[in-house]
Each structure stands twice: as structure tokens, then as C-alpha cells.
């Protein structure tokens, strides 16, 4: 509450404020205030209207509040932008994963994994995309890659270990 409080004084002082709208939107959905937090970014937007960031903001707030067209659209317009745009891409692609569309979601992390090779939400998103795809052997090398990234990370230990454990049924 501190933080709007301080924005809206911001906003007050200077109501063209692509900067303060942007991150009032950022305070609205770390409250879960979606509907507030898409005013904000829209209100940024309306005065610089090629802010990557708010593009990208804007479509995960879409994302959590289940209007999947909505965000695809936002992470399209960041990724016009900024086809570099390590986040946008990947929330891209699990979309397309939660819509069924593996191989576009593959090609969307493999694109995030050539420019961004640390980006470790990409490389676990990318290794389950190959299990899902039945690339077992490609979901294996990419588990093993990003344990090599982040030794501590459970998931990819745990989802690892999984397909070794599937391997012995088959």
C-alpha cells in the first residue's frame, strides 16, 4: 500500500508518467489486482506506447487472470519490440504448451536457449516440452544441462528422475 501510495503521488506530480503507471501496474499485480494493474499498464502504454516491459507485464497479468488470448497478444507485441526478450518468449511458449502446441512451445524455448543459454526457466520448460513431445532422450540431455545451470534445482532432479524411472518400464 506503501508503494501505490507513493506512485499515485508520482502520477500526481507528473499524470504523464509512463514510469510510475508502469510500475503501479507491477504493485497492482503483486496485490492481485488484475483488473487495476491492466488500467495502469494501459494508461503507460497510452504515453509511450513501444515499452517492452509493460508489454510483457501486461501479458502475465493476462496470464493470471486466464485471458490466454489476451496475453499472447501483449507477449507478440513485446517480442515485436524485442525478439530477445528472454521472459516474453517463454511465457509465449508455455502458453502454447498449455494449448497443446508442443512444437510451437519447443521452437519458442529453443529460441529463448540459443540467445539466453542461462535462462533456467526456459531449459526446465524446454526439457518438459521434449517429455511431453516423447523426445525422451532430448528431455533427458536438457535436464541434465540445467542441472549443470542450477545444481538445486528439485524439479529438474525430481523430473529427471522420472524418465530414468519410465526408461526401466519400457
Partial sequence: DKALAELSKAIALKPDSADAYEHMGVAYSYKGAYEKAIASFEKALGFEDSRVSVYNELAEVYMHSRNKDLA??????????????????????????????????????????????????????LARAYALSGKTDKAIRQYQELIKLNPDFLEAHYNLGVLYLNLLHK
Fill in 72 to 125: 499472447i497478444m501483449n507477449f507478440k507485441k513485446a517480442l515485436s519490440l524485442d525478439p530477445y526478450h528472454s521472459s516474453a518468449r517463454n511465457n509465449l511458449g508455455v502458453i502454447l504448451a498449455e494449448r497443446g502446441l508442443t512444437r510451437n512451445a519447443i521452437e519458442e524455448f529453443e529460441k529463448v536457449r540459443q540467445f539466453d543459454p542461462t535462462h533456467t526457466e526456459s531449459a526446465f520448460n
